[in-house]
Structures are given as structure tokens and as C-alpha cells.
């Protein structure tokens, strides 16, 4: 069933107090990726590019293939987002059509979760299980280790681009060496791997297991691949507005308190006048403190809406209410409608039936990252002289200007709540499955 997750939508961000860190992890560009290894190996996270398959049999073309024109869409990012204390390697493939012609229709966005099983990591995490089921018996004081990043891949390997080290994304979650159990001799190895590996992949590289060179893959169109960093969302704490305590506050209804006029004019024109979209302030404020951002990341989250519309009333729906009161004697005032996260309207995984939950979105900067991104090839690849005939051509007619861009202001990706690996051809050993994007555009 569903799940409601009970966060009040307000309008106000006052109930954010000192400054914290999130949950919300998120994606921003870190530079051009050129290395063959990292651009085949499905591990690093990518804007652009193409993809780095991860299952072993490669997925049809038409996954990649706009559900309006039939085009073959670019990639639009790529994330490697394993589950914790799950046996299979899992990566996210997002991919977007640029076609004008496509914009602000379903199917221009689609998004596919891809597994594989990992046997040699499947083993480390059976052993840390029983390590750790035989210390909660030992003692019922023993600490747990935090939830580490879910982007992190934790392999010893050489320092990775841009200084990211051990971990395409993030820093290694820090541990709590578990205490020894008594009568029983210390492994070396056994200890290692449960301390080490938490959560992440450790001595594994998961390179692509299909190769796309001779396939319709590799000559789909792409956007030049940047590497795809991460970072934590902090949130500063609100201006808080000091009013003295000999302050007085006036009402405009106190202006007739007992002459029974209608007042209510007096607040049409602030109300007429400016037509301010409050969810879409809410998002403004909440993206500019860290402004670079790409991609928005939380596993069984809460999406963070672009504006007031229909994908909004949908995720944050109005509570029923009594209705209002149609004559004076009745007349009462109503409190401000609170509206609650709630996933409801979310249809289930159409393979395993399980409810559907947040994983991640994109946002309005990675349109203009990828157009940077297009422009600095470009104007390497043209000369001054031919710049100059293309846009003569164009100005005369002689050739189609077929105007491309993307208008969405996020994309909202829901994935598997079980993540579930149900595949016609490979069992339960690896998977390539749609999962359901809600997209938010740009007015």
C-alpha cells in the first residue's frame, strides 16, 4: 500500500531552525570526463555521455527512444546508487528528448533502473549479517554504524578524477568497531570486511559489462560526458525579522470594527497584484544555497516541487475539509490548509506490485550545463568561417534552423520501494526495468 509521508507543505520555511545538513544528497558537474576506463565503467556517475550498461545482456535500443517522435533521446545522467546491504549492483539511466516538438508531453522523459547481481559482494555481505547477528546476541549495547552515502563505491583502487579518492562520490562513512565476542578468535579478515564494507562495494569495480561499440548505442546522439560529483545539502538558517515589543500592528478591519461594512477589499489588491507562485519561492529559496546543483538525491524522500500545478496537487494534495459556510451568522474563520507528501497517487511497480518511492531528480541547471557542454564543442569543432555560413544559411533559408532545448523545470523520478529484480530473461540475477517519472515544466 501507499505510504503517506506526514511532512506539512507550507509556504514557509520557518520551521528550519539552525543551520543542518539533509538528507538530500546532490549532483553537480566536476569536469569532462575523457578517461576510456571511467567512461565504460558503470561505477562513475555521468552527465551526458553514453551509457556504461550494467546488466550483462544489453538492453533494447528502444528503451532510449522518445515515446513522442521515436527518436533516440540523449542521456541525460547516469548514477550508480547501490541499495545498502543489497547483494546487486544498481545504476540509474535517465534520458531526455530535445526535440522542440516534444516538450511538455509525457514520454519525452524516461528513466530505467538497472541491477546485476553481485556474487563476490553477496558473500561479504552473507559473513558481515552473521558477524553482526552473533554480536547482538553477545551484547545489547553494541552500536550500529550510520547509513553511509548510497552513492559511494568504496574500491582500493588509485584516487579517482578530481581528488573524489576511494569514492566516486562522497567520503567513506565513518564506523564503530564492533566489540570481540568472547571465546571465539579474532579474524583479521572477518573484521575487516565487516567494518570496512558497511554498506559499500569494496574491491569492486563495476565495469560495463556490455561493450557498446558495435551496437545502435554508441551511435546514438550525446551530449559531451562530464563526471557527475556529490555533495551534501546544508541549509543555512532563515533571516529571523526582530519586531519591538511597542510595535503596533495593524489590521485593516479595525478601520470599521462595528459598522458591519465588508473590508475584505482591502486586501484584494496585495492578493491581484502580485501573483506570486509560493511553491516555486519555496524552491527558488531552497536551490540557491547551493546553486550548481544537477541532480537531487533521496532514497524514499520527499521531492522538492518546481511549482504550483498539477504534479504538485497530485504529490502534496489537499486534506478533506468541511465545507465553508454560506451566510454571515456561520461566518468562521478558516485556518491555513496545511498539504502532506503522499505518494497515493503513485502507481505500484507493474512487477512486483510493491508502491512506488521518491529516488531522485533533475534539476533546471543541468539544461544549462548540457548547453554549455554543447556550445564548448561546437566552438571547437567550427571555424570562424564556418560559423559565419551556417548562420547565412540559416538567415537565407537554405537549411532548417530545427530549434532544440530542453523546457522542463524537474524531473521526478519514483522508483521500486522493494527494488525488485523480476526480469523475463535473466531471472532474478539482473534486471532492466522503466520506472515512472513525473515531470514539472518550465512556464
Not at 533494447?60 to 527512444?65: G, I, L, R, T, Y
Request: charged share 25%; proline share 9%; hydrophobic share 35%.
Amino acid at each position: 500500500m501507499p505510504s503517506i509521508v506526514d511532512d506539512d507543505w507550507s509556504d514557509s520555511d520557518d520551521e528550519i531552525g539552525a543551520e543542518v545538513e539533509t538528507a538530500v544528497l546532490l549532483g553537480v558537474p566536476d569536469g569532462i570526463m575523457e578517461t576510456e576506463t571511467d567512461i565504460k565503467d558503470a561505477a562513475v556517475s555521468r552527465i551526458g555521455g553514453h551509457p556504461a550498461i550494467l546488466p550483462s545482456r544489453e538492453p533494447p535500443f528502444s528503451s532510449s527512444q522518445c515515446k513522442i517522435c521515436s527518436y533516440p533521446m540523449e542521456l541525460l545522467v547516469q548514477v550508480w546508487c547501490p541499495v545498502e546491504d543489497s547483494p546487486m549492483d544498481r545504476a540509474l539511466y535517465i534520458w531526455g528528448c530535445s526535440r522542440s516538438a516534444c516538450q511538455r508531453k509525457d514520454g519525452s522523459v524516461r528513466a530505467w533502473r538497472a541491477l546485476r547481481y553481485n556474487a563476490e559482494y553477496a558473500a561479504k555481505l552473507a559473513k558481515k549479517l552473521a558477524k553482526k547477528q552473533a554480536q547482538q546476541k553477545a551484547s545489547s549495547s553494541v552500536k550500529t554504524a550510520p547509513a553511509t552515502n548510497p552513492f559511494a563505491m568504496q574500491a582500493k583502487s588509485t584516487p579517482g578524477p578530481f581528488g573524489l579518492g576511494d569514492h566516486v562520490f562522497g567520503q567513506p562513512a565513518p564506523t564503530v568497531a564492533a566489540p570481540a565476542i568472547e571465546d571465539e578468535p579474532e579474524d583479521t579478515c572477518d573484521t575487516e570486511s565487516v567494518t570496512s564494507d558497511s554498506s559499500a562495494h569494496s574491491l569492486i569495480i563495476a565495469m560495463a559489462s556490455t561493450t557498446i561499440d558495435d551496437s545502435p548505442w554508441q551511435a546514438a546522439p550525446s551530449f559531451p560526458p562530464l563526471y557527475l560529483s556529490t555533495t551534501s545539502e546544508y541549509l543555512p538558517p532563515p533571516p529571523k525579522t526582530k519586531i519591538s515589543q511597542s510595535a503596533h500592528i495593524e489590521d485593516p478591519t479595525d478601520e470599521y470594527p462595528k459598522d458591519g461594512k465588508d473590508v475584505s477589499w482591502a486586501f484584494e489588491p496585495y492578493e491581484n497584484s502580485l501573483e506570486v507562485d509560493g511553491v516555486f519561492d519555496r524552491f527558488t529559496k531552497r536551490v540557491s544555497h547551493t546553486g550548481e546543483q544537477c541532480l537531487r538525491y533521496e532514497l524514499k524522500g520527499i521531492p522538492l516541487p518546481f511549482s504550483s500545478d498539477k504534479v504538485f496537487d497530485r504529490l502534496f494534495p489537499f486534506p478533506p475539509q468541511d465545507p465553508l459556510p454560506v451566510t454571515k451568522a456561520a461566518f468562521k474563520v478558516v485556518p491555513t490548509v496545511r498539504r502532506s507528501y503522499s505518494t497515493t497517487s503513485i502507481p505500484p511497480c507493474p512487477a512486483c506490485k510493491a508502491a512506488r518511492v521518491f529516488e531522485c531528480q533533475l534539476m533546471p541547471n543541468l539544461i544549462n550545463v548540457l548547453r554549455a557542454s554543447i556550445k564548448d564543442e561546437d566552438t571547437q569543432k567550427l571555424t570562424d568561417e564556418q560559423r559565419m555560413k551556417v548562420v547565412q544559411e540559416v538567415l537565407q533559408k537554405k537549411v532548417s534552423s530545427d530549434k532544440r532545448g530542453m523546457e522542463w523545470g524537474t524531473c521526478m523520478i519514483f522508483s521500486c520501494e522493494k527494488d525488485c529484480c523480476v526480469d523475463d530473461y535473466s531471472g532474478d540475477k539482473e534486471c532492466w526495468r522503466e520506472e515512472l517519472v513525473l515531470v514539472q515544466w518550465d512556464d
